[in-house]
């Protein structure tokens, strides 16, 4: 027997338990970069700077795997995410002396503070529009000493290219041993956004972590969310990155010295805010 839950306002509060493992799967079959690669990226990015990195805030921090990564190689973390859910995972794998802000991006709460670094890995970017995009480079930059560096990564072009089409939907599927998931791909008329409508079924009552193998008698939830994805064209970013005094604009192919292209899954932003 099967029952639906209805969709959330928050896209991952049906998915936070069972985000690590959809992690772990993206790595290996979708080509995105393992944390433990990003930070090694990001550590050779930080040193040459002209101060030392120790206080990082992530934005969409998720359930903290970046900020755990961080952590164990010695800096002072703060996350923060727009999903209670996320945050509660993350607040489970840090343990209570790190700092987690609930808060939707542009704002960015006065109490988090001023920071050496900023990051935002694994996508979160591509939630906002160009507005928000805006507005919250406009915030980082208002953490950020001189000098002092911001990170994110975003879908880049060979990621849209492979996932969506516009003259009809795509949908792919992944079964677990005790979760399956649907992801149904479609695009606006007007490519003004790519949107996912994602479909998971965990057994009733056991929740993500439920028993393997199954019977005729067990229920079954179905939940259904959307998420809603922009495009960020390069001229864009370094358009807007420009207007908010950041310098040294990069992109990369998926947190490599490689520059992206047109094939690229994962775009790698590196920006400098300036020194004026």
Known sequence: MSTEALAHTDPYANL???????????????????RGHMADFLQAFWEPGPHSVRRVLEICCGTGLMLSELTRRGYTVTGLDRSPAMLEQARRRLGADTTLLLSELPEIPAEAGEFDAVISAAGGFNYLSEQRIDATLAAVARLLPPGGTFVFDVYGAGFFAKLFDPAEP????????????????????????????????HRAGDGIEGRAGGGAGESWVRTRDLHRFYRLPHDTVRRLA????????????NYTSAPSGP??????????????
């Open 170 to 201: 795509r949908v792919m599927a992944l079964e677990m041993e005790d979760t399956s998931y649907i992801w149904t791909f479609t695009t606006a008329a007007d490519s003004a956004h790519f949107d996912m409508a994602y479909s998971q079924f």
């Open 16 to 34: 936070a338990a069972s985000y690590d493992r959809l992690a772990e799967w993206a790595v290996t079959e979708q080509q995105e970069s393992a």
């Open 263 to 276: 094939h690229t899954l994962y775009d790698t932003w590196t920006l400098t805010r300036g020194t004026a």
């Open 242 to 253: 420009a207007e908010h005094g950041f310098t040294g604009v990069e992109v990369h192919d």
